[in-house]
């Protein structure tokens, strides 16, 4: 009995400090990789997959994780799994249906939409907002909120947002 209880306050320490995934996406085929993410050499954009992890904020500040995949099947039957090839984490701001997620101080805003899976089913993906246009009205809609956030640089992530790409 002690053992389980152990286990089980370990289990949501663990929770606690690294926080909970709260969704899991992956990126639309369609969609560019986040500039996060670089393609090692002699892969291509449909060579992998990118899965994103909301997660629970945590005292960390950290509350988004995103992997970039090998998607080869037999690469992924040879090691019973999908070969990782990088991982970075960041923070996330709500903005309206839309997410403005910083990793490194590099600002990419992400919103989702229903594509169908290899079994024919609608799911949630997310993709990546190239619309100068959309850019610039969500900052200015969102300016007083951004300017108020203790962890972003607003000046300098609109002027990444709108001049970087």
Known sequence: MFRRMLIAAFCISTCAINGCVDSINYLASD????????LPTGLTRPDVIVIRASMEPTRRGADLKVALYHADIKVALLNRKYKKLAEVSGKTVRL?????NVVNGVPEITGYKAQNDEHGNRMPYFYLVDDP?????LLDEYEKELLNDKGIDYPALR???LDGN
């Open 133 to 137: 246009v959309l850019k610039r009205k």
């Open 159 to 161: 002027k990444e947002l």
């Open 96 to 100: 309206g249906n839309l997410l403005l």
């Open 31 to 38: 969609s560019r990789l986040p500039r996060w993410l670089t």
